[in-house]
């Protein structure tokens, strides 16, 4: 595996780590954001294992969320069809946190940590194979 996949996938799991430690403290919103970092990073990590490393960051989880798709799931059949739909669930929700004056709870901070550990499971599988 490349140097650049095993600092993101260390990044990754850091972003989780982070994401528990919220939860743990009753930090919901930050809780969901790191979550959904977690995936992203797990997801850039494959896509380098492969060679594929976006041009630039502008828009990147856009990038991530088409090439990760196509790459990951539909062509090299690497992950299950379901990673497609966690990412975008926890951008939603990320963006929620973010953007909207709505509170996160302590149900979908839970559940976007169930889906962070599940993706990040899956990479992990895939990894190191």
């Given at each position: 595996?490349?140097?650049?996949?095993?600092?993101?996938?260390r990044?990754?799991?850091?972003?989780?780590?982070?994401?528990?430690?919220?939860?743990?403290?009753?930090?919901?919103?930050?809780?969901?954001?790191?979550?959904?970092?977690?995936?992203?990073?797990?997801?850039?990590?494959?896509?380098?294992?492969?060679?594929?490393?976006?041009?630039n960051?502008?828009?990147?989880?856009?990038?991530?969320?088409?090439?990760?798709?196509?790459?990951?799931?539909?062509?090299r059949?690497?992950?299950?069809?379901?990673?497609a739909?966690?990412?975008?669930?926890?951008?939603?929700?990320?963006?929620?946190?973010?953007?909207?004056?709505?509170?996160?709870?302590?149900?979908?901070?839970?559940?976007?940590?169930?889906?962070?550990?599940?993706?990040?499971?899956?990479?992990?599988?895939?990894?190191?194979?």
């Amino acid at each position: 595996m490349s140097e650049k996949a095993i600092n993101l996938w260390r990044k990754a799991c850091q972003a989780l780590s982070v994401a528990e430690l919220a939860y743990e403290n009753g930090f919901y919103d930050e809780a969901v954001c790191r979550s959904y970092f977690a995936t992203l990073k797990a997801a850039l990590a494959l896509l380098a294992s492969l060679g594929l490393l976006p041009k630039n960051t502008v828009r990147i989880g856009y990038w991530v969320q088409a090439n990760f798709a196509n790459e990951c799931i539909h062509r090299r059949k690497l992950m299950p069809a379901e990673s497609a739909r966690w990412l975008a669930e926890l951008r939603n929700l990320r963006v929620q946190a973010e953007y909207t004056d709505e509170m996160m709870t302590e149900r979908k901070a839970r559940q976007a940590i169930k889906l962070a550990r599940e993706f990040l499971a899956a990479v992990e599988r895939r990894l190191k194979s």
